[in-house]
Protein backbone atom coordinates (compact mmCIF):
# COMPACT_ATOMS: atom_id res chain seq x y z
CA UNK A 1 0.00 0.00 0.00
CA UNK A 2 1.60 3.35 -0.81
CA UNK A 3 1.46 5.81 1.64
CA UNK A 4 0.37 9.44 1.05
CA UNK A 5 2.59 12.59 3.24
CA UNK A 6 1.39 11.99 6.56
CA UNK A 7 0.85 15.25 8.93
CA UNK A 8 1.24 16.01 12.72
CA UNK A 9 -2.26 14.35 13.35
CA UNK A 10 -1.09 10.89 12.00
CA UNK A 11 -3.33 10.72 8.84
CA UNK A 12 -2.44 13.52 6.33
CA UNK A 13 -1.44 16.80 6.15
CA UNK A 14 -3.69 20.03 5.28
CA UNK A 15 -3.52 20.66 1.92
CA UNK A 16 -2.87 17.15 0.54
CA UNK A 17 -5.89 16.02 -1.52
CA UNK A 18 -6.67 13.26 0.65
CA UNK A 19 -6.85 15.97 3.80
CA UNK A 20 -9.04 17.90 2.23
CA UNK A 21 -10.93 14.72 1.10
CA UNK A 22 -12.16 14.47 4.42
CA UNK A 23 -13.95 17.36 4.61
CA UNK A 24 -15.89 16.79 1.06
CA UNK A 25 -16.84 13.48 2.61
CA UNK A 26 -17.77 14.61 6.02
CA UNK A 27 -20.16 17.29 3.84
CA UNK A 28 -21.35 15.52 1.21
CA UNK A 29 -22.78 12.99 4.14
CA UNK A 30 -24.41 15.66 6.35
CA UNK A 31 -27.91 15.07 5.36
CA UNK A 32 -27.70 10.95 4.94
CA UNK A 33 -26.41 11.99 8.92
CA UNK A 34 -29.59 13.68 9.74
CA UNK A 35 -31.69 11.75 7.84
CA UNK A 36 -30.49 8.55 10.33
CA UNK A 37 -30.71 11.06 13.61
CA UNK A 38 -33.80 11.97 13.62
CA UNK A 39 -35.52 8.46 12.32
CA UNK A 40 -33.12 6.74 15.27
CA UNK A 41 -34.29 9.18 17.59
CA UNK A 42 -38.28 8.58 16.82
CA UNK A 43 -37.72 5.01 17.66
CA UNK A 44 -38.09 5.11 21.49
CA UNK A 45 -35.29 3.56 23.41
CA UNK A 46 -35.96 3.85 27.38
CA UNK A 47 -32.92 2.36 29.81
CA UNK A 48 -33.85 -1.15 29.85
CA UNK A 49 -36.23 -1.37 26.66
CA UNK A 50 -33.79 -0.57 23.87
CA UNK A 51 -34.65 -3.33 21.10
CA UNK A 52 -36.80 -1.27 18.95
CA UNK A 53 -34.12 0.63 18.38
CA UNK A 54 -31.21 -1.66 18.49
CA UNK A 55 -33.28 -3.44 15.26
CA UNK A 56 -32.94 -0.28 13.48
CA UNK A 57 -29.74 0.26 14.06
CA UNK A 58 -28.71 -3.43 13.19
CA UNK A 59 -30.92 -3.01 9.89
CA UNK A 60 -28.80 0.18 9.12
CA UNK A 61 -25.77 -1.16 9.40
CA UNK A 62 -26.24 -3.92 7.17
CA UNK A 63 -27.55 -1.29 4.60
CA UNK A 64 -24.50 0.62 5.00
CA UNK A 65 -22.44 -2.75 3.75
CA UNK A 66 -21.68 -4.28 7.44
CA UNK A 67 -21.66 -8.00 6.51
CA UNK A 68 -22.11 -9.10 9.93
CA UNK A 69 -23.63 -7.36 12.36
CA UNK A 70 -23.96 -9.41 15.60
CA UNK A 71 -26.57 -8.38 19.24
CA UNK A 72 -24.72 -9.51 21.93
CA UNK A 73 -26.25 -11.04 25.41
CA UNK A 74 -26.59 -7.78 26.76
CA UNK A 75 -28.51 -6.15 23.77
CA UNK A 76 -25.36 -4.70 22.05
CA UNK A 77 -25.23 -4.15 18.38
CA UNK A 78 -21.87 -4.83 17.31
CA UNK A 79 -19.78 -4.89 14.05
CA UNK A 80 -16.29 -5.46 13.32
CA UNK A 81 -14.74 -3.25 10.53
CA UNK A 82 -11.30 -4.03 8.86
CA UNK A 83 -9.50 -7.14 9.90
CA UNK A 84 -5.83 -8.24 11.52
CA UNK A 85 -4.90 -9.16 14.82
CA UNK A 86 -3.67 -6.03 16.40
CA UNK A 87 -5.60 -4.19 19.29
CA UNK A 88 -8.92 -2.55 18.01
CA UNK A 89 -10.17 0.38 18.10
CA UNK A 90 -13.59 0.45 20.06
CA UNK A 91 -16.01 3.64 18.59
CA UNK A 92 -19.11 3.10 21.02
CA UNK A 93 -22.63 5.36 21.01
CA UNK A 94 -25.15 4.29 23.82
CA UNK A 95 -28.71 3.68 22.23
CA UNK A 96 -30.80 4.72 25.00
CA UNK A 97 -32.33 8.09 26.00
CA UNK A 98 -34.40 10.06 29.02
CA UNK A 99 -37.83 10.69 28.56
CA UNK A 100 -38.86 13.25 31.01
CA UNK A 101 -42.41 12.51 31.00
CA UNK A 102 -41.79 8.71 30.89
CA UNK A 103 -41.17 6.67 27.54
CA UNK A 104 -43.61 7.05 24.76
CA UNK A 105 -45.30 4.18 23.68
CA UNK A 106 -45.26 4.88 19.88
CA UNK A 107 -43.29 7.61 18.01
CA UNK A 108 -41.40 10.26 19.40
CA UNK A 109 -42.48 13.41 18.00
CA UNK A 110 -39.78 15.38 16.37
CA UNK A 111 -40.20 19.20 15.65
CA UNK A 112 -38.47 21.14 12.93
CA UNK A 113 -38.07 24.31 13.47
CA UNK A 114 -35.69 26.23 11.08
CA UNK A 115 -32.78 24.79 11.44
CA UNK A 116 -33.23 23.52 15.19
CA UNK A 117 -34.91 20.34 15.73
CA UNK A 118 -36.39 19.25 18.97
CA UNK A 119 -37.43 16.22 20.63
CA UNK A 120 -35.99 14.09 23.59
CA UNK A 121 -32.78 12.01 22.77
CA UNK A 122 -32.16 14.00 19.40
CA UNK A 123 -28.81 15.47 20.61
CA UNK A 124 -28.31 12.94 23.44
CA UNK A 125 -27.67 10.16 22.07
CA UNK A 126 -29.37 10.50 18.35
CA UNK A 127 -26.44 12.67 17.21
CA UNK A 128 -24.35 10.30 18.34
CA UNK A 129 -25.79 6.61 17.11
CA UNK A 130 -26.38 8.83 13.32
CA UNK A 131 -22.69 9.13 13.71
CA UNK A 132 -21.53 5.71 14.77
CA UNK A 133 -23.58 4.65 11.47
CA UNK A 134 -21.87 7.19 9.04
CA UNK A 135 -18.47 5.82 10.53
CA UNK A 136 -19.60 2.74 9.10
CA UNK A 137 -20.42 3.82 5.93
CA UNK A 138 -17.56 6.04 5.78
CA UNK A 139 -15.09 3.06 6.76
CA UNK A 140 -16.29 0.47 4.24
CA UNK A 141 -15.75 3.00 1.39
CA UNK A 142 -12.72 1.49 -0.66
CA UNK A 143 -10.07 4.17 -0.13
CA UNK A 144 -10.79 4.19 3.37
CA UNK A 145 -11.08 0.50 4.18
CA UNK A 146 -7.83 0.29 2.38
CA UNK A 147 -5.92 2.34 4.74
CA UNK A 148 -7.33 0.54 8.15
CA UNK A 149 -4.22 -1.17 10.51
CA UNK A 150 -6.20 -2.64 12.65
CA UNK A 151 -9.84 -3.91 13.19
CA UNK A 152 -12.44 -1.03 14.26
CA UNK A 153 -15.52 -2.19 16.35
CA UNK A 154 -18.50 -0.08 16.05
CA UNK A 155 -20.80 -0.69 19.42
CA UNK A 156 -24.18 0.88 19.75
CA UNK A 157 -24.63 0.02 23.83
CA UNK A 158 -27.43 -0.77 25.88
CA UNK A 159 -28.16 0.80 29.39
CA UNK A 160 -25.97 4.24 29.38
CA UNK A 161 -28.36 6.47 31.17
CA UNK A 162 -29.67 6.32 35.02
CA UNK A 163 -29.78 3.21 36.32
CA UNK A 164 -28.29 1.50 33.57
CA UNK A 165 -25.35 1.61 35.49
CA UNK A 166 -23.30 0.96 31.63
CA UNK A 167 -24.96 -2.15 31.48
CA UNK A 168 -23.81 -2.28 28.10
CA UNK A 169 -20.45 -1.13 28.16
CA UNK A 170 -19.67 -3.37 30.85
CA UNK A 171 -20.84 -6.84 29.63
CA UNK A 172 -19.28 -5.66 26.51
CA UNK A 173 -15.32 -5.39 27.66
CA UNK A 174 -16.20 -8.52 29.88
CA UNK A 175 -16.44 -10.49 26.80
CA UNK A 176 -13.86 -8.75 24.99
CA UNK A 177 -11.62 -9.77 28.43
CA UNK A 178 -13.00 -13.49 28.65
CA UNK A 179 -11.42 -13.28 24.70
CA UNK A 180 -8.15 -12.03 25.93
CA UNK A 181 -8.88 -9.03 23.70
CA UNK A 182 -7.62 -5.59 25.03
CA UNK A 183 -8.64 -2.77 22.68
CA UNK A 184 -5.75 0.00 21.85
CA UNK A 185 -8.12 2.87 22.40
CA UNK A 186 -11.96 3.31 22.44
CA UNK A 187 -13.87 6.36 21.66
CA UNK A 188 -17.26 6.92 22.71
CA UNK A 189 -19.20 9.38 20.95
CA UNK A 190 -22.10 11.09 22.67
CA UNK A 191 -24.43 13.84 21.85
CA UNK A 192 -23.72 17.01 20.01
CA UNK A 193 -20.74 19.13 19.78
CA UNK A 194 -16.96 19.51 18.51
CA UNK A 195 -14.84 21.04 21.07
CA UNK A 196 -14.74 19.10 24.41
CA UNK A 197 -12.78 15.83 24.69
CA UNK A 198 -13.98 14.22 27.80
CA UNK A 199 -10.73 12.33 29.22
CA UNK A 200 -11.94 12.08 32.84
CA UNK A 201 -14.90 10.35 33.81
CA UNK A 202 -17.27 11.12 36.50
CA UNK A 203 -17.58 8.01 38.95
CA UNK A 204 -20.32 7.68 41.02
CA UNK A 205 -21.98 5.78 43.78
CA UNK A 206 -25.95 5.85 45.27
CA UNK A 207 -27.40 4.50 48.12
CA UNK A 208 -30.25 4.48 49.84
CA UNK A 209 -30.45 3.92 53.76
CA UNK A 210 -33.34 2.78 55.50
CA UNK A 211 -34.08 2.94 58.81
CA UNK A 212 -36.85 0.42 60.45
CA UNK A 213 -38.14 1.11 64.11
CA UNK A 214 -40.85 -0.49 66.21
CA UNK A 215 -43.04 3.07 66.09
CA UNK A 216 -45.45 3.90 68.24
CA UNK A 217 -47.61 6.44 70.53
CA UNK A 218 -45.35 9.61 70.23
CA UNK A 219 -45.95 9.75 74.30
CA UNK A 220 -47.23 6.24 75.27
CA UNK A 221 -43.83 4.89 73.81
CA UNK A 222 -42.07 7.54 74.05
CA UNK A 223 -38.54 5.49 75.18
CA UNK A 224 -39.07 4.03 71.33
CA UNK A 225 -36.02 4.71 69.13
CA UNK A 226 -36.77 7.19 66.37
CA UNK A 227 -35.80 6.41 62.89
CA UNK A 228 -35.63 9.93 61.94
CA UNK A 229 -34.07 11.20 64.61
CA UNK A 230 -31.31 9.04 63.72
CA UNK A 231 -31.33 9.58 60.40
CA UNK A 232 -30.67 13.06 61.24
CA UNK A 233 -27.37 12.58 62.88
CA UNK A 234 -26.25 10.18 59.93
CA UNK A 235 -27.29 13.08 57.45
CA UNK A 236 -25.31 15.74 59.05
CA UNK A 237 -22.62 13.13 59.49
CA UNK A 238 -22.40 12.00 55.54
CA UNK A 239 -22.53 15.52 54.17
CA UNK A 240 -19.15 16.35 55.74
CA UNK A 241 -17.92 13.55 53.92
CA UNK A 242 -17.55 15.10 50.54
CA UNK A 243 -14.67 17.91 48.70
CA UNK A 244 -16.70 19.90 46.53
CA UNK A 245 -13.24 22.07 46.16
CA UNK A 246 -11.30 18.94 44.86
CA UNK A 247 -14.37 17.41 43.14
CA UNK A 248 -12.71 13.90 43.83
CA UNK A 249 -15.57 13.00 45.60
CA UNK A 250 -18.95 15.10 46.31
CA UNK A 251 -21.21 13.87 48.46
CA UNK A 252 -25.31 14.74 48.49
CA UNK A 253 -28.29 13.42 50.22
CA UNK A 254 -30.41 13.90 47.77
CA UNK A 255 -33.84 12.42 48.55
CA UNK A 256 -35.22 11.85 51.98
CA UNK A 257 -38.55 10.33 53.48
CA UNK A 258 -40.27 9.00 56.92
CA UNK A 259 -43.12 8.35 58.87
CA UNK A 260 -46.12 7.87 59.09
CA UNK A 261 -48.72 10.28 60.67
CA UNK A 262 -48.03 13.39 63.43
CA UNK A 263 -48.48 11.60 66.00
CA UNK A 264 -46.60 8.49 66.08
CA UNK A 265 -43.07 7.58 66.47
CA UNK A 266 -42.08 6.15 62.78
CA UNK A 267 -41.69 3.21 61.71
CA UNK A 268 -39.51 3.48 59.36
CA UNK A 269 -37.57 6.54 57.36
CA UNK A 270 -34.79 6.41 54.70
CA UNK A 271 -32.39 8.89 52.56
CA UNK A 272 -30.85 8.35 49.41
CA UNK A 273 -27.18 9.60 48.53
CA UNK A 274 -25.31 10.44 45.60
CA UNK A 275 -22.46 10.67 45.47
CA UNK A 276 -19.58 10.98 42.70
CA UNK A 277 -16.46 12.18 42.25
CA UNK A 278 -13.34 11.66 39.53
CA UNK A 279 -10.95 9.41 42.16
CA UNK A 280 -12.31 5.78 42.46
CA UNK A 281 -9.93 5.57 45.86
CA UNK A 282 -11.89 8.49 47.23
CA UNK A 283 -15.19 7.19 45.77
CA UNK A 284 -14.42 3.67 47.47
CA UNK A 285 -13.07 5.26 50.96
CA UNK A 286 -16.61 7.12 50.94
CA UNK A 287 -18.31 4.01 50.57
CA UNK A 288 -16.51 2.93 53.48
CA UNK A 289 -17.42 5.75 55.44
CA UNK A 290 -21.06 5.97 54.55
CA UNK A 291 -21.17 2.49 55.30
CA UNK A 292 -19.43 2.95 58.81
CA UNK A 293 -21.94 6.22 59.76
CA UNK A 294 -24.99 3.61 59.30
CA UNK A 295 -23.67 1.34 62.42
CA UNK A 296 -22.74 3.90 64.26
CA UNK A 297 -26.20 5.65 63.82
CA UNK A 298 -28.17 2.58 63.91
CA UNK A 299 -29.10 2.91 67.64
CA UNK A 300 -30.93 -0.24 69.56
CA UNK A 301 -34.27 -0.90 68.85
CA UNK A 302 -33.60 0.39 65.06
CA UNK A 303 -32.73 -2.15 61.97
CA UNK A 304 -31.09 -0.64 58.91
CA UNK A 305 -31.05 -1.73 55.36
CA UNK A 306 -28.41 -0.44 52.64
CA UNK A 307 -29.22 -0.78 49.29
CA UNK A 308 -26.98 0.32 45.91
CA UNK A 309 -29.06 2.17 43.67
CA UNK A 310 -25.97 2.75 41.05
CA UNK A 311 -22.28 2.25 40.76
CA UNK A 312 -20.36 3.62 38.05
CA UNK A 313 -16.36 3.74 37.92
CA UNK A 314 -14.44 6.70 37.36
CA UNK A 315 -11.13 7.19 35.98
CA UNK A 316 -8.42 9.86 33.97
CA UNK A 317 -6.65 9.37 31.34
CA UNK A 318 -3.65 12.24 31.08
CA UNK A 319 -4.05 15.06 28.53
CA UNK A 320 -0.76 14.04 27.59
CA UNK A 321 -1.56 10.60 26.36
CA UNK A 322 -1.59 10.09 22.65
CA UNK A 323 -5.24 9.41 22.53
CA UNK A 324 -6.20 13.19 23.95
CA UNK A 325 -3.82 14.68 21.64
CA UNK A 326 -5.12 13.06 18.66
CA UNK A 327 -8.23 14.23 19.97
CA UNK A 328 -6.91 17.82 20.13
CA UNK A 329 -5.42 17.93 17.07
CA UNK A 330 -8.43 16.81 15.26
CA UNK A 331 -10.89 19.27 16.61
CA UNK A 332 -8.05 21.62 15.44
CA UNK A 333 -7.77 20.25 12.43
CA UNK A 334 -11.68 21.71 11.73
CA UNK A 335 -11.07 25.03 13.38
CA UNK A 336 -12.41 24.30 16.37
CA UNK A 337 -10.82 24.65 20.14
CA UNK A 338 -10.32 21.71 21.78
CA UNK A 339 -11.61 21.85 25.52
CA UNK A 340 -10.48 19.39 28.26
CA UNK A 341 -14.21 17.77 29.90
CA UNK A 342 -15.18 15.69 32.55
CA UNK A 343 -18.57 13.91 32.23
CA UNK A 344 -19.91 9.92 33.15
CA UNK A 345 -20.06 8.36 29.84
CA UNK A 346 -19.70 4.78 28.03
CA UNK A 347 -15.46 5.48 28.43
CA UNK A 348 -15.39 5.16 32.27
CA UNK A 349 -15.54 1.48 31.90
CA UNK A 350 -12.65 1.08 29.81
CA UNK A 351 -11.35 4.00 31.86
CA UNK A 352 -11.68 2.40 35.00
CA UNK A 353 -10.36 -0.84 34.07
CA UNK A 354 -6.64 0.98 32.56
CA UNK A 355 -7.74 1.08 28.48
CA UNK A 356 -7.08 4.48 27.13
CA UNK A 357 -10.32 5.82 26.62
CA UNK A 358 -12.45 9.57 25.79
CA UNK A 359 -15.55 10.65 24.50
CA UNK A 360 -16.25 13.28 22.31
CA UNK A 361 -19.68 14.85 20.70
CA UNK A 362 -20.83 14.20 17.32
CA UNK A 363 -20.66 17.40 15.77
CA UNK A 364 -23.45 20.22 15.60
CA UNK A 365 -25.02 22.76 19.08
CA UNK A 366 -27.39 21.25 21.22
CA UNK A 367 -29.01 21.52 24.23
CA UNK A 368 -31.73 20.68 26.97
CA UNK A 369 -30.48 16.79 27.16
CA UNK A 370 -32.27 14.66 29.56
CA UNK A 371 -35.47 17.40 28.92
CA UNK A 372 -38.58 16.98 26.90
CA UNK A 373 -36.91 20.59 25.57
CA UNK A 374 -33.65 19.18 24.37
CA UNK A 375 -32.65 20.53 21.21
CA UNK A 376 -29.96 20.09 18.10
CA UNK A 377 -28.64 22.65 15.68
CA UNK A 378 -26.78 21.18 12.74
CA UNK A 379 -25.42 24.29 11.44
CA UNK A 380 -21.88 22.80 11.59
CA UNK A 381 -23.05 19.14 12.13
CA UNK A 382 -20.54 17.88 9.20
CA UNK A 383 -17.42 19.67 10.87
CA UNK A 384 -17.99 17.35 14.37
CA UNK A 385 -18.53 14.54 11.90
CA UNK A 386 -15.16 15.22 9.61
CA UNK A 387 -13.59 15.54 13.26
CA UNK A 388 -14.73 12.41 14.76
CA UNK A 389 -13.71 11.07 11.10
CA UNK A 390 -10.07 11.96 11.69
CA UNK A 391 -9.77 10.90 15.08
CA UNK A 392 -10.33 7.83 14.16
CA UNK A 393 -8.23 7.26 11.02
CA UNK A 394 -5.46 8.65 13.45
CA UNK A 395 -5.87 5.80 15.43
CA UNK A 396 -6.85 2.89 13.05
CA UNK A 397 -5.41 4.23 9.78
CA UNK A 398 -2.02 4.43 7.86
ZN1 LIG B 1 -25.37 10.44 26.41
Redesign the pocket.
Known amino acids: MTQGPRGADGVLAAGDAWGSALTDVAVAHRSWTLDQQIRLTQTPAPTGNESARARLVQLALRRAGASTVRLDAAGNVCVVLGEGTRPPLVCMA?LDAVYEDGAPMDLVPVHRDGPVIRAPGIG??GR?LAALLTLARLLRAPELAARLTRPVHLVATVG??GDGNLRGARAWFDDAARQGMTPHAVIAI??PGDESIVHHAVGSHRLRVTLHGEGGHSWVQADAANPIHALGGFIAAAARLGNVRSRDAVVHVTRMHGGESLTAIPQQAWVEIDVRGTSSARIEQVRHDLRRLVAWHTLPGLRAEVTVLGDRPAGTLDAAHPLVEAAARATARVGCTPRSAVAS?DANVPLARGIPAIAVGAGGRGGGAHSRHEWYDDAHGARGIERLLRLVLSQAAG
Do not use: I, P, Q
Open positions: HDNGEEDGT
